[in-house]
Nanobody, 114 residues
């Protein structure tokens, strides 16, 4: 059974930082690309970032390029999303995703507000 445990969300002021963590189980983590998506209220889900199975290649959505960094630790079955210089428009529920197997986490709320 595929499971994700997401953590690290919360309330932060504009310009601040957060680090999201996703611990995965139930599949061969080291063989799968991992990604983060987000969904803001009243909007469709949006691609944030993706990392290949080795951690050697990454891809980012335009709104977060240069501010967010995705990484992974295959020994710990964990994928991270470091978010810097956060903006109010980054407010959303962030989801950990294994796109190749169509598995989604439950989401963690990130709110950027003064």
């Amino acid at each position: 059974q595929v499971q994700f445990v997401e953590s690290g969300g919360g309330l932060v002021q504009p310009g601040g930082s957060l680090r999201l963590s996703c611990s995965a189980s139930g599949f061969t983590f080291r063989r799968r690309a991992m990604a983060w998506y987000r969904q803001a209220p009243g909007k469709e889900r949006e691609f944030v970032a993706r990392v290949n199975s080795y951690g050697s290649s990454t891809l980012y959505g335009d709104p977060v390029k240069g501010r967010f960094t995705i990484s992974r630790d295959n020994d710990k079955n964990t994928v991270l999303l470091q978010m810097n210089n956060l903006k109010p428009e980054d407010t959303a529920v962030y989801y950990c995703v294994a796109p190749e197997i169509g598995a989604w986490g439950q989401g963690t709320q990130v709110t950027v507000s003064s």
